[in-house]
């Protein structure tokens, strides 16, 4: 079974601040995708952004990008000008067969 | 549109009630999961159908039945739960169901048990 590490609980920022979560992950395989998913209060799990394991440029949505790091199976998530509605669970995820989620970080903005 | 739907929302049962959950998705997709998902937890993989069949069974107790009439529709059958099986319950969909895709979510049915 594939690892995801997210070795952060809990993480808080301040409105219109940025916040960077990290994931890293364990795989043999060259080709795979990773995601991030947010998951509010209000409970539905939402694509937040996506990254191909062969494309060396790093995803970007809007306020929300990635820093894809292949050789050292790094993933981090970054989180720009931080809005009240970006408080919530984060997971990282890695999918080669199935999909494999890390433990989450908790998100809290400060107004 | 990337909606998959799930009813009831919110569902109480007693240990020797039958209930059903419903999932339904219209983006035609050809694969639909069931994930159980506990509090402050990351979602854990029940089953997967794939083109209607049943692809993974991740060794889920027999108390949870799965059906899937067809590629939009996904039911999880529901009869002698335990406690423990109180939970947030996830239906996802995805294109076909091989991995290297995008899995999307329902809102998910709190269940709990009493």
């Not at chain 1, 690892?3 to 916040?19: I, L």
């Not at chain 2, 999932?23 to 937890?41: D, P, S, V």
């Amino acid at each position: 079974a594939q690892t995801v590490t997210q070795s952060q609980p809990e993480m808080s920022v301040q409105e219109a601040e940025t916040v960077t979560l990290s994931c890293t992950y364990d795989t043999s395989e060259s080709d795979y995708y990773l995601f991030w998913y947010k998951q509010p209060p209000s409970r539905q799990m939402i694509l937040v952004i996506r990254q191909e394991a062969y494309k060396q440029q790093n995803a970007t949505e809007n306020r929300f990008s990635v820093n894809f790091q292949k050789a050292a199976k790094s993933f981090s998530l970054k989180i720009s000008d931080s809005q009240l509605g970006d408080a919530a669970m984060y997971f990282c995820a890695y999918n080669d067969y199935k999909l494999s989620f890390g433990a989450g970080t908790t998100v809290t903005v400060r107004a | 549109d990337t909606e998959v739907t799930q009813t009831p929302k919110h569902l109480v049962m007693g240990m020797t009630n039958k209930k059903s959950l419903k999932c339904e998705q219209h983006m035609g997709h050809r694969a639909m999961y069931w994930y159980k998902q506990k509090a402050k937890k990351p979602p854990e993989l029940m089953f997967v159908y794939s083109y209607e069949k049943l692809s993974i069974n991740e060794s889920v107790p027999s108390r949870f039945s799965p059906e899937c009439p067809n590629s939009s529709l996904l039911n999880l059958h529901l009869h002698a739960l335990q406690p423990e099986d109180s939970a947030l319950y996830l239906c996802a969909s995805s294109p076909v169901g091989r991995g290297r895709e995008t899995q999307y979510f329902g809102p998910g049915t709190r269940l709990l048990v009493l």
